[in-house]
């Protein structure tokens, strides 16, 4: 059955990680609080969030600002390569690039992420059942991110890859009955100091 209210999908890539990711670094910690700052006066009912430690200490971070939002830890919301595209849909250009780079990868992220890219379209997008629209934060990482932006635009599925998302940085995609979805806001990092907004940011990006 069609969905007969509005979705607002929230959507944050992780804070900063330390060099093994097994934690955030003091900057990933004040990016997640900032966040939830701004996020305090949003009507979230959930956060999502994958199962790696970088992406649930986040969460919980976020959580922590808003009152009683409940943490859903989600497979979903994990860090996988959601589509292995061949060679033929790619530029020609780029090709070899881009698949040297997908094959640095574990093959069980290569391997299992599809079914997991899959599920994240039918359990994170789309309108929602009812007469009351639904606020939802997903706590992810930079593929999940460009994936679910990708599909929002109706882009071809290899086209997640080239889409970078900042720590702590907001994207925010509506999703109406009878409309097409809507990328609201992308990649914004308004609630983050300078100095914060430049350590997302690969060092050849940072301004």
Same mark, same amino acid.
């Given at each position: 059955?069609?969905? *007969?209210?509005? #979705?607002?999908?929230?959507? *944050?890539?992780?804070?900063?990680?330390?060099?093994?990711?097994?934690?955030?670094?003091?900057?990933?910690?004040?990016? @997640?609080? /900032?966040?939830?700052?701004?996020? #305090?006066?949003?009507?979230? *009912?959930?956060?999502?969030?994958?199962?790696?430690?970088? @992406?649930?200490?986040?969460?919980?971070?976020?959580?922590?600002? $808003?009152?009683?939002?409940? /943490?859903?830890?989600? +497979?979903? !919301?994990?860090?996988?390569?959601?589509? %292995?595209?061949?060679?033929?849909? /790619?530029?020609?250009?780029?090709?070899?690039?881009?698949?040297?780079?997908?094959?640095?990868?574990?093959?069980?992220?290569?391997?299992?992420?599809?079914?997991? !890219? #899959?599920? !994240?379209? $039918?359990?994170?997008?789309?309108?929602? !059942?009812? +007469?009351?629209?639904?606020?939802?934060?997903?706590?992810?990482?930079?593929?999940?991110?460009? &994936?679910?932006?990708?599909?929002?635009? +109706?882009?071809?599925? &290899?086209? &997640?890859?080239?889409?970078?998302?900042?720590?702590?940085? $907001?994207?925010?995609?509506?999703?109406?009955?009878?409309?097409?979805?809507? %990328?609201?806001?992308?990649?914004? *990092?308004?609630?983050?100091?300078?100095?914060?907004?430049?350590?997302?940011?690969?060092?050849?990006? #940072?301004?």
């Amino acid at each position: 059955m069609p969905g *007969t209210a509005t #979705r607002y999908l929230y959507l *944050t890539r992780h804070g900063e990680a330390s060099p093994d990711e097994s934690e955030l670094t003091e900057n990933g910690r004040r990016q @997640a609080v /900032l966040l939830g700052e701004r996020l #305090r006066d949003s009507p979230l *009912t959930a956060i999502h969030h994958g199962p790696l430690p970088r @992406a649930a200490q986040t969460a919980r971070l976020i959580r922590e600002q $808003l009152d009683g939002v409940p /943490l859903q830890l989600s +497979d979903q !919301a994990g860090d996988y390569i959601p589509y %292995v595209p061949q060679r033929h849909e /790619l530029p020609p250009e780029s090709a070899d690039a881009m698949l040297a780079r997908l094959a640095e990868f574990p093959a069980a992220e290569r391997e299992q992420g599809p079914e997991l !890219a #899959r599920e !994240a379209l $039918l359990r994170f997008t789309g309108p929602v !059942a009812g +007469d009351q629209p639904r606020h939802e934060l997903v706590v992810t990482h930079n593929f999940l991110t460009g &994936w679910l932006v990708r599909a929002a635009l +109706d882009a071809p599925r &290899w086209r &997640w890859m080239g889409l970078y998302h900042a720590n702590a940085a $907001l994207t925010v995609i509506r999703y109406a009955p009878g409309r097409p979805a809507a %990328v609201l806001l992308y990649n914004d *990092t308004g609630h983050l100091p300078a100095e914060l907004r430049s350590a997302c940011f690969p060092s050849d990006l #940072r301004v």
